[in-house]
């Protein structure tokens, strides 16, 4: 058995004992299966490790008041993992495959599932690589596709107190880049400017649209949303921003639980008066408060600097209460591992 202190994770790496591996050659993917080897060992001429090809999924298996295990959403995640690899020309994983890779590495692992209650997760990492000889800017001649887990607790410190975020100078990604995908070099570019806001005590950066800088776009790892005075959700819409599967979840919850009016629209940075609540959302993030943002030389000050919004704590409760299985989820969101 394990020795973990499950109420007091953080977001770290935590070696657990089964991963899942499939090899692409020859125009095919190899038969999958687990594996206890959490070492990958790939040639050095891999295009993953020059020209960045690869991408990335992120899920969360939950334990339920039952015992039992939920999965979120999964078959969207294996969606978006093959929009990813066609932007970056590798090969997809047909749904089926990744569901199964997922809940084979959960029931493997079962034992680091935390404890309904403690609040932690069972963080899920699907992993797809270019890999193999070559060393010219063209597709990988080999594929890597793996899946891993460990326990996490909350992302961003707090959990559901409030936390600051500041506008980076820098932009993640361009109009028609890669935006949307969930890849590696958007988080690389996104290291100087986030540990710049680290520095200065904010939990992390917002990006503003690469093309105006005056709309919001997304938190370096999670959506933006906002809740105005009469009571309308609004997330940013744009080509360049990740495609958050939360922050869909939260469109539709918005609407037909809370009754708000719920738009994907523009959010100028000029214009968050209009708010009385905002908030990070991502599968990492799950629903995390922001206090204020920092712009230039404003400061603007949400809700409150220590308090959660109502809006924000009802959406929380909701989407949490469905991944835990407390509340009845909309058709075909929850998947369970046996
Ligand atoms: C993964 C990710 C998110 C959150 O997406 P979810 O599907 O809600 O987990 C948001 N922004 C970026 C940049 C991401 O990589």
Redesign the pocket.
């Known amino acids: 058995m394990t020795t973990i202190d499950w109420n007091n994770l953080g977001f770290n790496y935590i070696k657990t004992p089964w991963r899942y591996r499939m090899y692409w050659k020859d125009g095919q993917w190899s038969k999958g299966e687990l594996t206890e080897d959490s070492t990958l060992q790939i040639s050095e001429a891999s295009a993953a490790l020059h020209y960045g090809q690869q991408c990335f999924?992120?899920?969360k298996a939950y334990r339920r008041k039952d015992g039992k295990i939920n999965l979120f959403r999964v078959d969207?995640?294996a969606k978006?993992l093959n929009r990813s690899a066609t932007r970056l020309l590798m090969p997809t994983i047909p749904e089926e495959t990744f569901i199964d890779a997922v809940k084979q590495v959960v029931k493997a692992n079962e034992d680091f599932v935390p404890p309904y209650g403690t609040g932690a997760t069972l963080y899920i990492r699907p992993l797809l690589i270019g890999v193999g000889d070559s060393i010219g800017v063209s597709p990988a001649p080999e594929y890597i596709f793996t899946v891993f887990c460990m326990p996490v607790g909350p992302y961003f410190k707090g959990g559901l107190t409030p936390t600051n975020f500041i506008v980076s100078e820098y932009d993640?990604a361009a109009p028609q880049g890669t935006?949307a995908a969930?890849v590696g070099g958007?988080?690389a570019a996104s290291l100087l400017p986030g540990k710049d806001a680290h520095d200065h005590k904010y939990s992390d950066c917002i990006y503003l649209d690469p093309e105006t800088h005056t709309k919001i776009e997304?938190?370096?790892?999670?959506?933006f949303f906002g809740i105005t005075k009469d009571n309308k959700f609004i997330t940013p819409k744009s080509p360049s921003?990740?495609?958050?599967?939360?922050?869909y979840?939260l469109l539709y919850l918005a609407k037909e639980r809370l009754g708000l009016e719920a738009i994907e629209g523009t959010v100028k940075i000029d214009e968050l008066d209009q708010f009385a609540e905002a908030g990070a959302?991502?599968?990492?993030?799950v629903i995390s408060p922001i206090g204020g943002i920092q712009y230039k030389d404003n400061f603007h000050v949400f809700y409150s600097e220590t308090e959660v919004g109502p809006v924000t704590k009802a959406l929380y409760d909701e989407l949490t209460g469905i991944q835990f299985g407390d509340k009845k989820a909309p058709e075909g969101w929850i998947f369970e591992v046996e």
């Open positions: 999924e992120g899920l969207e995640n978006r993640r935006g969930k958007n988080y997304e938190v370096g790892s999670a959506n921003i990740l495609p958050s599967i939360t922050k979840s959302c991502g599968t990492a993030a």
